[in-house]
């Protein structure tokens, strides 16, 4: 199979349609709160948190540049048994390729004196996670520019553009790198808004093939904004695994489904029920510890485009959402 297959035989190129949403939001700067600044090797950096107020908007965008331009994130509310919160509302005609290829944090970025996780659309012009691109069967053409998102306190110098720059095959000039910190409003939204890509990479961890995923639509909460990171990182992660809900439409045997969707949601986790800062602090702060099976949404909806029928698994946990984010 050809790489670019998966998507009709011709890129999506994530990374011009992540560098035009980029481009916009350098022209907006003010209104959105950012600060745009040029390394001294010509990487463009754009603070949506570290020095920068942020926001919501420029959270929304953050998120969709996170997607390489091939989803879309909206606001809404959510009411979870009574508990009504701000949220956010994501969706994809593109679903492994804009959660997996791009959305996904998975590129481990530690040159010497430095870590952060990397996500955006870069990494499919690096592919570093060779056997997760494998799968996917995409490759991100040569492109003119390249976009990096990182969620970090620490913003990146140029030692660190050049790195990623040339793990991506591009000058540092041409790359632009967005950088949140978790407690904020602008990190807040784009952890919210992976609520369907929690949902992509529990089913491919699974064995699924989410190349037979059509179409994904979710909807998570956003969390009040915590007093530091380590907190932001409970009360985040516990609006998807607690509050998500996400509809899928697929394309495969009603039996597989079947079989498949009471495995997807958080609620198959030996660790679930606990908020996740309390876990976190259980195991030490090694976020590795945690079961991987805990990542994915409180509630998952498949729909077979075979059949019409859906499956649903799961539900919401108003119960732990308020423990986490109010007690």
């Known amino acids: 199979m050809h790489p670019e297959e998966r998507v009709g035989g011709s890129s999506l190129r994530l990374n011009e349609r992540a560098a035009a949403i980029a481009d916009a939001m350098v022209a907006d700067a003010g209104a959105l709160g950012v600060v745009v600044s040029t390394l001294e090797n010509g990487a463009r950096l754009i603070d949506c948190g570290v020095a920068a107020p942020g926001g919501l908007e420029a959270g929304r965008l953050l998120a969709e540049v996170c997607m390489g331009g091939a989803g879309r994130v909206s606001f809404t509310s959510v009411d979870l048994d009574g508990l009504r919160l701000p949220g956010v509302q994501v969706w994809t005609d593109h679903p492994a390729i804009a ?18 996780m990397g996500s955006g659309p870069l990494r499919a012009l690096a592919r570093v996670e060779h056997e997760l691109f494998d799968r996917l069967g995409y490759a991100e053409p040569a492109s003119g520019r390249g976009v990096l998102v990182l969620e970090t306190r620490t913003a990146p110098d140029a030692t660190l553009a050049a790195y990623v720059a040339a793990k991506a095959g591009l000058p540092p000039d041409r790359l632009t790198i967005l950088v949140a ?18 949902a992509l990479h529990k089913m491919l961890t699974l064995g699924f093939d989410v190349g037979s995923i059509l179409t994904g639509f979710g909807t998570a909460p956003l969390a009040p904004i915590a007093k530091n990171d380590t907190r932001a990182i409970g009360r985040t992660n516990d609006c998807v695994l607690y509050g998500g809900s996400v509809h899928l439409t697929v394309r495969a045997e009603d039996e597989a489904l079947q079989a ?13 029920g606990t908020p996740f800062y309390d ?9 590795y510890k945690v079961d991987p099976h805990l990542f994915s949404p409180a509630q998952v909806f498949l729909t077979n485009v075979k059949s019409g029928r859906t499956f649903q698994a799961g539900s919401v946990n108003a119960a732990v959402l308020r423990q986490s984010l109010f007690s």
């Open 99 to 116: 959660c997996l290829a791009s959305q996904y944090a998975g590129w481990a970025i530690k040159p010497e004196g430095y870590f952060a």
């Open 181 to 198: 910190p978790t407690a904020t409003p602008a990190a807040g939204v784009q952890i919210s808004a992976r609520v369907v890509e929690t």
């Open 260 to 272: 498949l969707v009471s495995r997807i949601p958080s609620s198959a986790s030996r660790d679930y």
């Open 279 to 287: 876990l976190f602090q259980r195991y030490g702060g090694d976020f």
